[in-house]
C-alpha cells in the first residue's frame, strides 16, 4: 500500500541552544514554541546558567553515501 | 511414431487459441488499449486512495490544532470545509494592462479574508500563531485541491474510457504524489510552528544582522527592515516579521526605502530558495542576476520596475533545494546555507558598492519559525 515506511517517518527537528553565560552550544528535539534567535530559560547542561539563545532549528542528515555516488555522474 | 490423435488434438487447440486471439484483435481492435486502461485505472486507483488518505490526514490534524485554539462556539469541521473550498478569480487578461495592480488587488483581498477566516475561527490565538494557523489552513487546501483533481481526472477517465486523460494524470502522478507527501509533512511543520527550507533567505538575512547595532522598524504590512552601517556603507536588510509564518510583503517595502533613499539605493541585493533539478545538492549556493522572488509575480514585477526607474542592479543569490524540502522542516545542509550566503552577500557589497552608498538587502521566504534577530 502507498504510505510505507520511510515516507510516513514525520522529520522531527532538533533545537539547537547556545548557553549566554559560557556559549557551549547544545542541542535536544524540537518543542513547540521554540523559534530561531529566541531566548528560553533551561538549564544548561555544562555551567548551570538558566538563559539559553536558540541559534538554529533543523533536521540533522545522517551523512550520506549518495553524496559520493553522485560525484560520479 | 506417434500416438495417435491426442498430438494432433494438443495442436489443433493451441491453433484454436491463437485463433481466438487473433478474432479478438481483429474484431475488436480496442482490446489491448482495453486492458490497458483498466491496468492504469488499477493503478490510479490506487493512488488516489493513497491520495485521499493523506488529505484526511492532513484535514483532521488541522481541525485538531484550530481546536485548540478555538472558543467552541463553532462548527470547525463545516468552517474548515467551506475554507477548503474556497477560492479566487484571476483578472481577466484579454486587455492586459494593468493586470498586474489588478492581480495583486485580488490576492490582498484573498488572503486578508482567508486570515480573518482563521482569526474567526481562533479566538484564542495570538497574531504570530494566527498566521502560522493561516499557513496551516493553506496546507490543507493545497492538499485538498490536488485530491479532488486527480479525482476528476480519475472518474473522468473511467465514465468516458478514455485512455488518453487517464494517461495524461498517469503520467503526473509520481511528482503528484511527492508533493502530497511535501503537504503532509509541511502540515507537522506548520502544527508546531518548525522552521521550513523555505525561511532559508530570511534566515541568511538575520543572520547577516545578528548581534550587530541596528535600527529595526515595519516598513510594509508583515514587513521589517534593519537598519545599519557596515563598511561605511548603509545596509537596509527586508525581511518578513518572525516567528508567525508569513511572507510579508517585500515589494512595498524595497519600494518604499527607493522612494526614501532615492539615488543613493546601489543596489538590491535578494536572497531566496530556488528549485533545484534532479541530481543538484541540496543546500547549493548560486548567484545570479534578477529578482530572485517566487508567488504569482506581483512582487517580482513591482520590484523589477522599481529597479528599472531608478537603474539598480539587482543581485540574486539563491539556495537550491526541493520543491518537498521547501515547506518541510528546514534541513541542515539549507541551515548551513545560510551562513555561505551571508558571506556571500557581504562580498558583494564590497565588491560593489562604494562607501557612502546605500543597498537593500532582501530575505525572501516564510518567517514560520524564525525569529528577529
Ligand atoms: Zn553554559
Redesign the interface.
Given at each position: 500500500m502507498f504510505p510505507s515506511g520511510r515516507e510516513r517517518q514525520i522529520l522531527n527537528p532538533l533545537t539547537f541552544l547556545r548557553c549566554l553565560s559560557c556559549s557551549t552550544i547544545n542541542s535536544r528535539p524540537f518543542r513547540e514554541g521554540d523559534y530561531v534567535f529566541g531566548e528560553v530559560e533551561e538549564k544548561c547542561p555544562k555551567c548551570g546558567g538558566d538563559r539559553m539563545r536558540i541559534v538554529g532549528i533543523y533536521v540533522k542528515e545522517p551523512e550520506q553515501r549518495e553524496k559520493r555516488q553522485k560525484q560520479t555522474l | 511414431m506417434q500416438i495417435a490423435g491426442q498430438g494432433d488434438l494438443l495442436t489443433s487447440l493451441i491453433q484454436l487459441v491463437w485463433l481466438l486471439f487473433l478474432m479478438i484483435f481483429i474484431l475488436y481492435p480496442n482490446f489491448s488499449q482495453r486492458l490497458q486502461l483498466s491496468y492504469i485505472l488499477r493503478d490510479l486507483e490506487?493512488?488516489l486512495?493513497?491520495l485521499k488518505?493523506?488529505r484526511e490526514e492532513v484535514r483532521s490534524r488541522v481541525i485538531e490544532t484550530l481546536r485548540k485554539y478555538s472558543d467552541g462556539n463553532v462548527d470547525l469541521e463545516k468552517e474548515v470545509d467551506q475554507i477548503l473550498l474556497s477560492f479566487a478569480i484571476t483578472p481577466e487578461s484579454m486587455d492586459p494592462y494593468g493586470i498586474v495592480y489588478k492581480l495583486e488587488h485580488i490576492v490582498n483581498t484573498w488572503e486578508d479574508t482567508f486570515e480573518e477566516n482563521v482569526r474567526r475561527l481562533c479566538p484564542k490565538a495570538d497574531r504570530e500563531r494566527a498566521k502560522t494557523l493561516t499557513n496551516l489552513v493553506e496546507v490543507a487546501r493545497g492538499i485538498d485541491y490536488l485530491y479532488r483533481v486527480v479525482r476528476h481526472y480519475y472518474l473522468l477517465g473511467k465514465k468516458t474510457s478514455n485512455i488518453y486523460i487517464v494517461l495524461q494524470i498517469q503520467m503526473l502522478m509520481p511528482q503528484l504524489?511527492e508533493i502530497a507527501?511535501a503537504y503532509r509533512?509541511a502540515c507537522?511543520?506548520f502544527m508546531?510552528?518548525?522552521?521550513v527550507g523555505d525561511g532559508v533567505g530570511v534566515?541568511a538575512a538575520?543572520k547577516l544582522v545578528?548581534g550587530l547595532e541596528k535600527k529595526t522598524y515595519e516598513v510594509a504590512k508583515d514587513t521589517i527592515v534593519h537598519e545599519l552601517m557596515m563598511d561605511g556603507k548603509k545596509l537596509f536588510v527586508l525581511r518578513a516579521a518572525?516567528?508567525g509564518g508569513t511572507v510579508g510583503k517585500p515589494a512595498d517595502g524595497i519600494i518604499k526605502i527607493i522612494e526614501n533613499e532615492g539615488e543613493r539605493v546601489k543596489a538590491i541585493v535578494m536572497i531566496d530558495a530556488a528549485l533545484k533539478l534532479e541530481?543538484e545538492?541540496t543546500g547549493k549556493v548560486v548567484e545570479g542576476i534578477g529578482a530572485a522572488i517566487g508567488g504569482i509575480g506581483v512582487d517580482k514585477f513591482k520590484i523589477e520596475e522599481i529597479a528599472k526607474k531608478y537603474n539598480i542592479p539587482l543581485y540574486a543569490l539563491v539556495i537550491y533545494e526541493s520543491i518537498g524540502e521547501a515547506i518541510?522542516?528546514?534541513?541542515?545542509?539549507?541551515?548551513k546555507a545560510a551562513e555561505e550566503v551571508v558571506e556571500r552577500v557581504k562580498s558583494i557589497i564590497r565588491s560593489k558598492v562604494e562607501e557612502g552608498a546605500s543597498v537593500i538587502i532582501a530575505g525572501i521566504g516564510n518567517t514560520v519559525?524564525?525569529?528577529?534577530?
Open positions: - | 490506487r493512488k486512495y493513497g488518505r493523506i504524489m507527501e509533512q507537522y511543520a508546531q510552528g518548525q522552521p534566515l538575520a545578528e518572525g516567528p541530481g545538492d518541510t522542516p528546514m534541513k541542515e545542509s539549507i541551515a519559525g524564525i525569529g528577529l534577530s
